[in-house]
């Protein structure tokens, strides 16, 4: 744990980086990959509706000792035709859901399944939900979310600019999209605790997305006057810097929520559980991922197509490429690499920093490869001097004696 600890210290600090904005190609496969087979489990499968969205009935039993498999044995073909849901509850109760049947319907079933499980008919309790109650649900959990994502978008193109924002609904759209596609591959009811989760890793996820925008708003402020790094570079420096809080977040947030979706759940039964609790965990899972390799490379990708940044990125790779040069040819002529140009090369390759020499602002607390400073405006770590060649007597020998 110290190790992880340590490293996620250095990544922070900048010390050590990894290359998320220039790998960026691999993240998207991975992702239109995943959103592939969301879709695909959406289009075959399709979303199964709870009785609240689709109409039913709602039968729940008194404490019993009977098992799920004992119950669906016991009531299949009794249930008007349509395949009833059976959950265990945490009281010891049976609760039986019938999707599609009307108020008569429900009567006929609910005496029917009280003979197959052998109790009176009193001991259920049967509740009908009518189907445009489910409609009317379905449309207000639709509009709330398109109002959501409208404000989002328009609080994000005036807090930072429009492609910070469409990198961000981008993103939004992803972890809705693979979260409903796993809803429908593993074949649970959406319900309106589904609808609750949704919307709660929305948040999480904007979360996330906007606390690397901002560090990425602030090392860019006058990136185009200087020429050491583009804006790829900086973009890679703010996530790396966020990534560590990032990590953290969700792993917290995570661990509650797997409580409540593999005790609560799975053990106690609790079916409302399960819909709130797949939700916010694969929710989150995928919220973390796209506010991490999807939402700061998109930024990054819209950025590089303006002018200029191109005519940056240019100068930048002309710099870094005159530099290598020189340091080529004082290698074969057996000279001291130029310590201004060998810096220069180690610091774009290694750290992605503003140019303090030429007015650019460095992201707070910057720290070198070498863990030497460079906070923002401060000036150039010293240079080690060589030691005098004429020092007399002990100095500089480790004795420091004379002989």
Do not use: C
């Not at 019938?98 to 319907?105: A, L, N, P, R, Y």
């Not at 959990?141 to 959501?148: K, M, N, Q, R, S």
């Not at 759940?265 to 390799?293: C, E």
């Not at 607390?365 to 060589?386: E, I, L, N």
Request: no cysteine; hydrophobic share 40%.
């Amino acid at each position: 744990m110290s190790k992880l600890g340590n490293l996620g210290h250095r990544l922070h600090r900048g010390e050590i980086s990894y290359d998320f904005v220039g790998k960026r190609r691999i993240w998207y496969g991975v992702s239109i990959l995943i959103t592939i087979t969301a879709i695909i489990g959406l289009a075959v499968n399709g979303l199964k509706e709870g009785i609240e969205f689709s109409g039913g009935a709602d039968f729940t039993t008194h404490k019993t000792s009977l098992s799920v498999s004992d119950v669906q044995n016991k009531i299949a073909g009794d249930t008007g035709g349509n395949d009833p849901t059976v959950q265990k509850l945490g009281n010891g109760s049976i609760r039986i859901q019938v999707g599609g049947v009307s108020t008569d319907q429900s009567k006929t079933i609910q005496a029917a399944i009280a003979k197959d499980l052998g109790m009176p008919t009193a001991q259920i309790d049967a509740e009908i939900v009518g189907p445009s109650w489910g409609q009317e649900i379905s449309k207000k959990a639709l509009e709330g979310l398109i109002i959501f994502l409208v404000l989002v978008v328009i609080y994000l193109a005036i807090a930072f600019e429009w492609r910070m924002a469409v990198a961000a609904l981008v993103a939004l759209l992803h972890d809705l999209t693979i979260t409903t596609g796993v809803y429908a591959l593993v074949g649970f009811e959406v319900t309106p605790g589904t609808v609750i989760g949704l919307l709660t890793i929305l948040g999480y996820s904007l979360y996330d997305t906007v606390v690397v925008f901002d560090g990425l708003k602030e090392a860019s402020k006058d990136i185009t006057k200087q020429n050491r790094f583009t804006y790829s570079d900086i973009a890679n420096r703010s996530l790396n810097g966020t990534l560590v809080r990032s990590i953290n977040t969700t792993v917290v947030a995570l661990l509650p929520v797997a409580a409540l979706l593999f005790i609560g759940g799975g053990i106690l039964g609790a079916g409302t559980l399960n819909d709130i609790a797949l939700a916010l965990f694969v929710g989150l899972t995928a919220g973390a991922y796209s506010s991490i390799f999807i939402a700061t490379p998109i930024v990054a990708d819209f950025k590089e197509r303006d002018p200029q940044i191109k005519a940056l990125r240019k100068r930048v790779l002309a710099k870094r490429a005159a530099d290598a040069t020189k340091a080529r040819l004082a290698a074969e002529n057996g000279e001291p690499v130029p310590a201004e140009d060998g810096e220069d090369e180690r610091g774009a390759a290694d750290d992605g920093l503003a140019d303090d020499e030429q007015g650019t602002p460095a992201a707070a607390g910057v720290v070198g490869p070498r863990g030497q400073g460079t906070a923002a405006g401060g000036s150039r770590p010293a240079r080690t001097q060589p030691a005098n060649r004429n020092n007399r007597g002990g100095r500089g020998r480790p004795s420091g004696k004379r002989r």
